[in-house]
Structures are given as C-alpha cells and as structure tokens.
C-alpha cells in the first residue's frame, strides 16, 4: 500500500508562502524544492508527494481523491462550492474579494453587467443586494471590462488595491475576506486521519505563533 501522502498545491505565491509554514513546522523539504519545475516532487522521509495545479485546479483534485490535501483560497472554495472539508486556516496570502467600477457610476436600471471570474460569488452577491445583474464570465484582466464598455462592476481579488488605482477604479464594496485553507478529500481524511491530523497540529501553533508576531 502507498504510504505517501499527496498534497495538491497552487502554483506562485501561496506555494512560497505554504512552503515557509510547513519548513517552520518541521518538515524536512529540500532546498531545490523551491525552484523545481516539476509537477510532481516526492519527499520520501516525510512520506510526501506534492501535485502543483493552477489555484482553480487544487480543489478539483482534492474532490476526486487524486490528492488527499491541498491548499485552495478561500476564494476558490466560495466560488466552487465542492465536496471538500476546510480543515485549517493558514493565514497566508490574506486578500479579499471586492466590488469595484469606475468612479461616480451608477449601476444602469437595465441589464447592468458585472465582469468576474467568479460567476457564481458575484451573482449570489448582488441578489443579496436586491440587484438583477448580467454577470459576464473573465478568465483575467478583469478591470479592462469598466474601461471598455464591457461591464459597469467587476468582482474581482483585491490584494493592496494598487492595479485598481492605477486602472483609475474604485472599491464599491468588500464580498469577503481570502486566505489560503488546508482542504481535505473526505475519504482521504477517514482512512488517513492520524496523518492528516498530525499536519493540522504541527501546523496550528506556527499559524498563532506568526499572527502575534504580525
């Protein structure tokens, strides 16, 4: 029987930051890991195996047991709604989902558009605010759609607020506050309990430890 433990990880920054915990909760992870290229690497004296997807990605594989853990925003999970359980909150890569638009803008009585690449966060948001929007799906360069013509809102990440600023955009509303989670695939986490727990309470007080010292 395998004894590794897969863990689905965001290609980027949340990588970076995730790795720092897991080497400050005593994992041993060897330094080329850092700027391997590989989409697979296996740590095999802590039984490891580390997948790397796109960000979208982590809580797809987790959901269909190719990874029993993975790291995915909040943001995803709010977006994606799937099978998963949230077992942790790392408290890295802190940002939030925002409402934003070009300055002294009204929404439009007919048909006003709202551009994301969260479809699903943005329409629930604006049926909570009694508004009937047509939300039109981005994969990137949201804050093009209000320079163009294309939408009059976006839902967007909003990490310092400086790429909306410098797009001449400005913040209409907060939807939610995002950090990266660790997530569980269901299955995994009943049949690999003990190992999957040994990680929530290795990482938890590196987690506390880092927000006092913020």
């Not at 007080?205 to 010292?213: F, G, M, T, Y």
Request: with cysteine; proline share 5%; hydrophobic share 40%.
């Amino acid at each position: 029987m395998n004894s590794f433990l897969t863990i689905a990880m965001p290609k980027g920054r949340i990588f970076e930051e995730a790795l720092e915990l897991l080497r400050k909760a005593d994992f041993r992870l060897p330094p080329e890991f850092d700027d391997s290229r590989k989409l697979m690497l296996e740590v095999e004296q802590e039984n490891l195996r580390f997948m790397l997807a796109k960000p979208m990605d982590v809580v797809t594989y987790v959901e269909h047991g190719v990874a029993d853990i993975g790291i995915a925003g909040k943001d995803v999970m709010l977006e994606e709604d799937r099978d998963v359980y949230e077992l942790l909150d790392l408290k890295i890569s802190a940002c939030y989902l925002a409402v934003a638009g070009l300055p002294d803008t009204q929404l439009s009585d007919v048909a006003p558009k709202v551009a994301s690449k969260y479809p699903n966060v943005a329409s629930s948001y604006f049926r909570e605010q009694g508004e009937q929007v047509e939300i039109i799906k981005l994969n990137g360069s949201i804050e093009l759609a209000p320079l163009i013509g294309l939408a009059e809102r976006i839902v967007d990440i909003v990490s310092t607020g400086q790429t909306l600023k410098e797009n001449g955009l400005v913040e209409y509303g907060r939807i939610a506050e995002v950090t990266s989670r660790l997530i569980a695939n269901p299955v995994s986490y009943r049949l690999k309990e003990k190992r999957i727990t040994e990680i929530v309470e290795r990482l938890t007080p590196v987690i506390e430890s880092l927000a006092e010292n913020k």
